[in-house]
């Protein structure tokens, strides 16, 4: 795959927090190639996060090169090339489901016609239908994700950077988001990075899964996720995903020198 | 609804009951402390009602006729202050939220300015406004927009910055000009403190108004009866009261109109109401 065709192509990025003169990420490498569903996980205080921001450009690199969609990552962030979901929907709670769904189409100017056409699709893809006049707060957390994931993806950004967006769903609405998330992943055509610190999660959603260790974060390793597409719930029941997550355990382990917990 | 009304029927009846309940008393064991209770000191209160329908003075028309227009004239006054005042308290929030340099140096002397006393910036408002050809009128509103703005200022200022921080990565990520982020984020996370201030604003700024009637010689307001009805006090004590039932209803509505408004304006969950 050449360089061109990288959706996210990180050299050498390092951050370092001024406060406290913390190292958060050291030397990271990473290419991030069309459709792929990419899969960041390691322990609290691994960078992750901060390595989504950096691709964002809502946080500055101390140091290295962010190329997104060809361009210097700032000049990306202007062109509205990435969606992005947080771990809670962030969804304004003075705006009703569509008109969450509609805020990034206002952005760019779309006229009203358009925007309403394209957030009955958006609802329809996150099967969200019947609730398009309701308030955040009238529905339960995974909805309220699903609009933010719709928000998201409103303006067919080409990445998707998503920030744990299930961490805070219990592990049933969890599983079934993510049967949703590759559903939809694979209707929208998008590029997806995804932080996680669940290990069984990275592995059923992603085409590769890039472990960090942390202080400094650093790549310490990536594993290729060979298992068949489209997944499914018996996916989670294959001898290979039980494999690849014992070998995604085991590079947090090594990646681990401070001996912290590691996630289940 | 009719619950409501029925505990608000309930707590004025207590209150009247009290107010007559402790005259009684006072009245029955002849109590000098902290004063003595009689018809000048406590009047009853279907004495001051009834004094809203009998005439002002001979021949004139009814109290309640002549304090109406009064309230109407303290209401327009103190509208155009709740206007002003609200108006330069969003709009010193918006600069403030914007520059801490303007917050750093600016924010000390906004809240100073509300130390200094009504009753010692007054006579100079109506000095500077008095000889512009103004309605003197105007001087009372720009006194009663001095105790506005100040709320409105402090929590809009509070409101605008109280959106997540998420929230504001979110524009971010779609490079929304600062523009767009006042009014599609702050603006909108701000109203609840908003109408908060505007609460305490509206009945501030009528207080303003009445107060300020006084400095500028107007007598066609609550503030000119006030000051007319309490010389005449030893003669006639339901009269003032009577005058101050009105400035207090007076009150009552602005701060319901606020309340009214809030309603329509902001979309929130329902804990989220004050």
Same mark, same amino acid.
């Given at each position: 795959?050449?360089?061109?065709?990288?959706?996210?192509?990180?050299?050498?990025?390092?951050?370092?927090?001024?406060?406290?003169?913390?190292?958060?990420?050291?030397?990271?490498?990473?290419?991030?190639?069309?459709?792929?569903?990419?899969?960041?996980?390691?322990?609290?205080?691994?960078?992750?996060?901060?390595?989504?921001?950096?691709?964002?450009?809502?946080?500055?690199?101390?140091?290295?090169?962010?190329?997104?969609?060809?361009?210097?990552?700032?000049?990306?962030?202007?062109?509205?090339?990435?969606?992005?979901?947080?771990?809670?929907?962030?969804?304004?709670?003075?705006?009703?489901?569509?008109?969450?769904?509609?805020?990034?189409?206002?952005?760019?100017?779309?006229?009203?016609?358009?925007?309403?056409?394209?957030?009955?699709?958006?609802?329809?893809?996150?099967?969200?239908?019947?609730?398009?006049?309701?308030?955040?707060?009238?529905?339960?957390?995974?909805?309220?994700?699903?609009?933010?994931?719709?928000?998201?993806?409103?303006?067919?950004?080409?990445?998707?950077?998503?920030?744990?967006?299930?961490?805070?769903?219990?592990?049933?609405?969890?599983?079934?988001?993510?049967?949703?998330?590759?559903?939809?992943?694979?209707?929208?055509?998008?590029?997806?990075?995804?932080?996680?610190?669940?290990?069984?999660?990275?592995?059923?959603?992603?085409?590769?899964?890039?472990?960090?260790?942390?202080?400094?974060?650093?790549?310490?390793?990536?594993?290729?996720?060979?298992?068949?597409?489209?997944?499914?719930?018996?996916?989670?029941?294959?001898?290979?995903?039980?494999?690849?997550?014992?070998?995604?355990?085991?590079?947090?382990?090594?990646?681990?020198?401070?001996?912290?917990?590691?996630?289940? | 609804?009719?619950?409501?009304?029925? #505990?608000? *029927? !309930?707590? +004025?009846?207590?209150?009247?009951?009290?107010?007559? /309940?402790? %005259?009684?008393?006072?009245? &029955?064991?002849?109590?000098?402390?902290?004063?003595?209770?009689?018809?000048?000191?406590?009047?009853?209160?279907?004495?001051?009602?009834?004094?809203?329908?009998?005439?002002?003075?001979?021949?004139?028309?009814?109290?309640?006729?002549?304090?109406?227009?009064?309230?109407?004239?303290?209401?327009?006054?103190?509208?155009?202050?709740?206007?002003?005042?609200?108006?330069?308290?969003?709009?010193?929030?918006?600069?403030?939220?914007?520059?801490?340099?303007?917050?750093?140096?600016?924010?000390?002397?906004?809240?100073?300015?509300?130390?200094?006393?009504?009753?010692?910036?007054?006579?100079?408002?109506?000095?500077?406004?008095?000889?512009?050809?103004?309605?003197?009128?105007?001087?009372?509103? #720009?006194? *009663? !927009?001095? +105790?506005?703005?100040?709320?409105?200022?402090?929590? /809009?200022? %509070?409101?605008?910055?109280? &959106?997540?921080?998420?929230?504001?990565?979110?524009?971010?990520?779609?490079?929304?000009?600062?523009?767009?982020?006042?009014?599609?984020?702050?603006?909108?996370?701000?109203?609840?403190?908003?109408?908060?201030?505007?609460?305490?604003?509206?009945?501030?700024?009528?207080?303003?108004?009445?107060?300020?009637?006084?400095?500028?010689?107007?007598?066609?307001?609550?503030?000119?009866?006030?000051?007319?009805?309490?010389?005449?006090?030893?003669?006639?004590?339901?009269?003032?009261?009577?005058?101050?039932?009105?400035?207090?209803?007076?009150?009552?509505?602005?701060?319901?109109?606020?309340?009214?408004?809030?309603?329509?304006?902001?979309?929130?969950?329902?804990?989220?109401?004050?």
């Amino acid at each position: 795959m050449n360089e061109q065709a990288a959706v996210v192509s990180l050299k050498s990025v390092t951050k370092d927090f001024q406060r406290g003169g913390v190292r958060a990420l050291q030397e990271i490498d990473l290419e991030v190639r069309p459709r792929e569903f990419i899969s960041l996980i390691g322990p609290s205080g691994c960078g992750k996060s901060t390595l989504l921001r950096i691709v964002g450009d809502l946080v500055p690199p101390t140091s290295g090169e962010v190329v997104v969609n060809g361009k210097q990552a700032h000049q990306a962030r202007l062109d509205r090339d990435y969606g992005i979901v947080f771990q809670d929907a962030v969804l304004y709670d003075w705006r009703t489901v569509a008109k969450n769904i509609a805020l990034p189409l206002e952005m760019l100017d779309w006229d009203r016609a358009r925007r309403s056409q394209r957030v009955r699709e958006m609802v329809e893809l996150v099967e969200l239908g019947g609730f398009e006049d309701h308030y955040p707060w009238q529905l339960s957390g995974g909805m309220q994700q699903r609009v933010s994931i719709a928000r998201a993806l409103a303006f067919d950004p080409p990445l998707l950077l998503m920030d744990e967006p299930f961490g805070a769903l219990d592990e049933m609405t969890r599983e079934r988001m993510n049967m949703e998330l590759l559903r939809i992943w694979q209707e929208s055509g998008s590029t997806i990075v995804f932080v996680t610190h669940s290990i069984a999660e990275a592995v059923f959603l992603s085409t590769r899964v890039v472990v960090m260790s942390p202080r400094p974060g650093r790549i310490t390793g990536i594993v290729d996720i060979d298992l068949p597409q489209p997944r499914n719930t018996d996916t989670r029941e294959q001898e290979r995903f039980f494999e690849l997550v014992t070998e995604v355990r085991e590079l947090l382990r090594t990646g681990d020198r401070s001996g912290e917990e590691l996630p289940a | 609804m009719l619950r409501r009304g029925l #505990v608000f *029927a !309930a707590v +004025l009846a207590g209150l009247w009951a009290l107010w007559e /309940a402790y %005259r009684a008393f006072g009245v &029955a064991v002849s109590l000098t402390w902290p004063f003595e209770v009689n018809d000048r000191t406590m009047p009853h209160i279907h004495d001051m009602i009834g004094q809203l329908f009998e005439p002002s003075r001979r021949n004139g028309p009814l109290l309640i006729e002549v304090l109406g227009k009064a309230a109407l004239f303290t209401a327009k006054e103190a509208a155009v202050g709740f206007a002003l005042g609200a108006s330069v308290g969003f709009l010193i929030a918006v600069a403030l939220v914007h520059s801490t340099l303007l917050q750093r140096g600016l924010l000390p002397y906004i809240v100073a300015s509300q130390t200094i006393p009504i009753l010692a910036i007054a006579p100079m408002v109506v000095v500077w406004l008095g000889g512009r050809g103004l309605p003197g009128w105007f001087s009372v509103s #720009v006194i *009663a !927009a001095y +105790l506005t703005f100040f709320p409105v200022a402090i929590n /809009a200022l %509070r409101g605008l910055q109280s &959106a997540d921080p998420r929230a504001h990565e979110l524009m971010s990520s779609y490079a929304a000009s600062r523009w767009t982020v006042l009014w599609k984020l702050r603006v909108p996370a701000s109203l609840p403190y908003l109408f908060s201030a505007f609460k305490i604003a509206a009945t501030a700024c009528v207080v303003g108004a009445i107060i300020g009637e006084l400095p500028a010689s107007i007598q066609d307001g609550l503030g000119g009866a006030i000051l007319n009805f309490n010389q005449y006090y030893a003669s006639s004590p339901e009269s003032l009261w009577a005058t101050n039932i009105i400035a207090a209803l007076l009150g009552i509505a602005f701060f319901l109109l606020i309340v009214v408004t809030e309603k329509l304006v902001v979309r929130r969950a329902p804990e989220h109401f004050v």
